[in-house]
């Protein structure tokens, strides 16, 4: 959520930043100013009211002051009941406003994306290489016919050595975050509409979230559980920043669909993800989004896979997010890059919404910034993986680091000819 008193201090520049992502016609920060402009005065007439009534209780009671302070009681029960109404509509529209974007985002959508760093060279084949959904089929070690048999379309079943592979990347994920000194949580991965809301998820995108009959939703991202960790605390101040890493299944409505670049894994409804998140101090969120970055890339460096970094446009962006960079691996079947990680700033937004704050050294209470990191999200690395890696022979070669958490360190996987 937005600052009001930034948007009254600086009207014209907010307009300008949030119009990189937003539709003119969409964005009407004069009428919120205009409702807080009655708000103040509301809260004026109501602050004027009770002082009547508290003057007016020290006279000696009789029937005129009775009456006096009986309209009076009146007034001020229907000027609170304006105020609660105005405040809540102001809420609304402050809660549907995106962040502002940072100053180097550039506007527009994905069109505007800029890759920012590359790192290797695409893998070439001498031999009529296959996709990770053949791959997959011919090793084993995804099970999609029986996967929609059980849930529908858009999942799939880790079977064997893809259940391995699958469960050493996030061994492998969970050892690098905790080396480099991040606390490992695993949350609930049911979620109040309060969290949902304090995560930026709510209002917008209610309906790409799974609902149960309780009201509660299903974790589209460990960012939505790690967000309101310290909700409506005051965090010491030596203490920060805090550094968290999180695993969860991350369940989304999204489906996949009939085109190449979402066949597979590539897109789901449920997949796995380690996610990193930090609650730190203002001056010091942007040093910490680089060490994000710094992570991403370490962690994909580390797999042996080519790889690019592009900062997103404002209008790509989520919209709790001020600037954010996707971490994207090639897939050599489709032609493109699909994101792995992306790596975000949400500046004090959501902290706004969850009243997650610290005391400075002037004893004041100042909203934390939070930063978000998928560290990583598993369903498209594994294709990336099985392409990048792939033999002529139809094996494809383990990264060097997931060895270890494997029986007996395998270097190849190779076809399953005993599949059932």
Known sequence: MLDIKYLRENLEIAKAALLKRMEPEKLDLETIISLDDKRRELIKESEALKAERNASSKSKPDANTIAAMKSLGEKIKASETDLNNLEEELQDKLAALPNIPADDVVAGGKENNEVIFTSGKKPEFNFDFKDHVALAESL???????????????????????????WALLSYFIAYHTSNNYQFLIPPFLLTEKSAYTSGHLPKFRDELFWTQDKLCLNATSEMMLGNYHREEILPSDKLPLKYFAYSPCFRR??????????????????????????CKPEDSWNLFDE??????????GLGLHYQVSKLAAGDCSAAMAKTCDLEVWLPSMGIYKEVSSI?????YQARRGHTRFKNKDGENIFVHTLNASGLATSRLLPAILEQNQQADGSVKIPEVLRPYLPGAPEFIFPDNAKI
């Open 140 to 166: 084993g070690v995804i099970d999609y016919e029986r996967a929609a048999k059980m849930s529908g379309s858009g999942f799939w079943c880790y079977r064997g050595m893809g259940a391995l592979l699958e």
């Open 254 to 279: 999204e489906a996949g669909s009939y085109r190449q670049e979402e066949r597979g894994m590539v897109r789901g409804h449920q997949f796995n993800k380690i996610e990193m998140f930090i609650f």
């Open 292 to 301: 994000l970055v710094k992570h991403t890339e370490a962690l994909v460096d």
């Open 344 to 348: 975000s700033n949400a500046l004090d």
